[in-house]
């Protein structure tokens, strides 16, 4: 019974870098083949891929997203961390971090079985 949870400031400032953090429990991050990942959805659209982190360390990204991101994990604190970079008010939406074998990667999301609650950021001055 794997559990995500979502943890990082509700309110970042344009141009500042938004950092948010999921901490996995009842499974190891590192166990394959597993694949562990940031989703969005702004208001009132649809739910965007961001970026993934494989199980072995891999990490994928989302070409559409102009703004630079990163993703990285703490395999000793079973958690994996999302950064973005010089954001905008079009970034304000809810962050979800999951998990699935790796069928996100090709886009789809209604597949995914493990979600984070998820956790609202809004980017305002």
């Known amino acids: 019974q794997v559990q995500l949870q979502e943890s990082g400031p509700g309110l970042v400032k344009p141009s500042q870098t938004l950092s948010l953090t999921c901490t996995v429990s009842?499974?190891?991050?590192?166990?394959?083949?597993?694949?562990w990942s940031w989703i969005r959805q702004p208001p009132g659209k649809g739910k965007e891929w961001m970026n993934t982190?494989?199980?072995?360390?891999?990490?994928y990204y989302n070409p559409s997203l102009k703004r630079h991101t990163s993703i990285s994990r703490d395999t000793s604190k079973n958690q994996f961390s999302l950064q973005l970079r010089s954001v905008t008010p079009e970034d304000t939406a809810v962050y979800y971090c999951?998990?699935?074998?790796?069928?996100?990667?090709?886009?789809?999301?209604?597949?995914?079985?493990?979600w984070g609650r998820g956790t609202p950021v809004t980017v305002s001055s």
């Open positions: 999951v998990r699935d074998s790796g069928a996100v990667l090709g886009g789809t999301l209604d597949a995914i079985p493990d």
């Open positions: 009842g499974e190891s991050i590192t166990t394959g083949y597993y694949y």
């Open positions: 982190i494989a199980y072995d360390g891999s990490t």
